[in-house]
């Protein structure tokens, strides 16, 4: 039905921002319709390398120097899509662009899901990398990288962004991240506390609130962050 509906549009192109839909789509429906008498007649392409392909419009609107040291968060699964984030950021004024050594595994951070161990040490590996590095800013391209490796903005010496952060920057656009600023509390009272007004206004029951903010927001977190093994530690410890 999802493709179908793309095809009624006229489209000879549709964008997809995830890479899970990408691969889906693009990689096993479109393909398993291909020469059956209702294909739908269109292409997928990553969000991302549109963009790219757009870069001599786009350049013109970032006119607004960026002076920080980036690096990449990167996974190679859809095709073309860390290229064009890396020609994208250095085509940003003021921005230098930072290569970090890093394994290339998966099209997406919750891809690692299955090998729990496997990817805290990724995860712990860029974060490395980035401060061995001198970034100010570790940027990623999905979502669901980003909510996982945010927090960790608490421990180190460089900010975790989406890259698309620093284009609306080099744009004269910001807006604040509501999502990394509550995680970042890491204490589900306080977060509750400051989102009570919207609580209020969609009628919402309070444990279902604090469900998940204690499920889905403060418990992803697959490398558990320094300062919380610290404040663990000194609460063990004899008085």
């Given at each position: 039905r999802t493709t179908?509906?793309?095809?009624?549009?006229?489209?000879?192109?549709?964008?997809?921002?995830?890479?899970t839909c990408t691969i889906q789509i693009g990689e096993n429906v479109?393909?398993?319709?291909?020469?059956?008498?209702?294909?739908?007649?269109y292409d997928l392409e990553a969000f991302v390398v549109y963009l790219a392909s757009q870069l001599d419009r786009l350049r013109p609107l970032m006119c607004h120097p960026v002076n920080k040291r980036v690096g990449l968060h990167e996974h190679p699964g859809v095709s073309g899509v860390c290229e064009s984030a890396i020609r994208i950021l250095q085509a940003i004024p003021g921005l230098q662009y930072v290569e970090l050594a890093?394994?290339?595994?998966?099209?997406?951070?919750?891809?690692l899901q299955p090998l729990p161990a496997f990817k805290r040490e990724v995860h712990r590996g860029i974060l490395e990398a980035a401060a061995d590095a001198?970034?100010?800013?570790?940027?990623?391209?999905?979502?669901a990288c980003h909510r996982e490796l945010c927090t960790h903005e608490n421990d180190w010496p460089f900010e975790v962004v989406n890259f698309l952060e620093l284009i609306g920057e080099?744009?004269?656009?910001?807006?604040?991240?509501?999502?990394?600023?509550?995680?970042?509390?890491?204490?589900?009272?306080?977060?509750?506390?400051?989102?009570?007004d919207l609580v209020e206004k969609h009628g919402l029951a309070l444990e279902e609130v604090r469900a998940v903010i204690e499920k889905d927001l403060l418990g992803e977190q697959p490398l558990p962050l320094r300062s919380a093994r610290v404040d663990r530690d000194a609460a063990s410890a004899p008085g």
């Open positions: 179908d509906r793309f095809a009624a549009t006229g489209a000879g192109k549709v964008l997809a921002w995830c890479p479109l393909p398993g319709r291909k020469n059956t008498p209702d294909a739908p007649a890093q394994p290339q595994v998966g099209y997406m951070c919750n891809t001198g970034v100010d800013a570790l940027a990623g391209v999905y979502h080099a744009m004269g656009i910001r807006r604040e991240d509501s999502f990394k600023r509550l995680k970042k509390m890491q204490d589900a009272d306080a977060i509750l506390a400051d989102v009570m």
